[in-house]
């Protein structure tokens, strides 16, 4: 069983990441036991896609945890994808561990500036102290668990085209 997880700070390219990975996959998407994506061949994306606003993990209620947790002790998805900040924590990630999933944490990164005009020109207005709050669990959760960083500022097609080489993709 694989897990794919992609971390990285807000305006790294997460979601634009993860569209690029299952683009043009068929897919159902479901809403028990919580929001998920389940795509031809069993790859199942935690969270869902949303055309504006937050994507991924990140369109999950704040209380996921324990339903996701389950949901990969039960053994019912054997290829599982997600990013996003929801789920980035060691108790999630230690739990797939402890399920059997291979566990593959991804750190995206970037130079300041560019998470800067990034997120400026999708219109965020999010707080620095809540932006600085939050590299800094980027930067703890990936210490424990990152197991390959990539620069986000190669284009996105080259990214998914490196990723795609995962077990996670092959069906």
């Known amino acids: 069983m694989n897990l794919l997880y992609i971390i990285g700070e807000p305006g790294v390219g997460k979601s634009t990441l993860m569209a690029e990975l299952v683009k043009g996959r068929r897919r159902r998407l479901m809403t028990k036991p919580f929001a998920h994506t389940v795509y031809e061949g069993g790859l199942v994306q935690l969270g869902r896609e949303r055309s504006t606003g937050f994507s991924g993990t990140d369109a999950l209620s704040m209380s996921v945890s324990p339903q996701a947790i389950a949901a990969l002790e039960s053994g019912a998805w054997p290829r599982v994808l997600g990013e996003g900040d929801r789920l980035a924590h060691a ?43 939050r590299a800094t669990k980027v930067q703890n959760v990936a210490e424990k668990y990152a197991t390959m960083a990539i620069d986000a500022t190669l284009p996105v097609a080259m990214i998914a085209a490196l990723l795609k080489e995962h077990p996670i993709f092959k069906e």
């Open 91 to 133: 108790k999630f990630f230690d739990a797939a561990k402890a399920a059997g999933y291979d566990l593959e944490v991804i750190l995206l990164e970037a130079p300041k500036f560019v998470l800067t005009k990034r997120r400026q020109a999708r219109g965020s207005n999010q707080d620095p102290t809540w932006l600085q709050g």
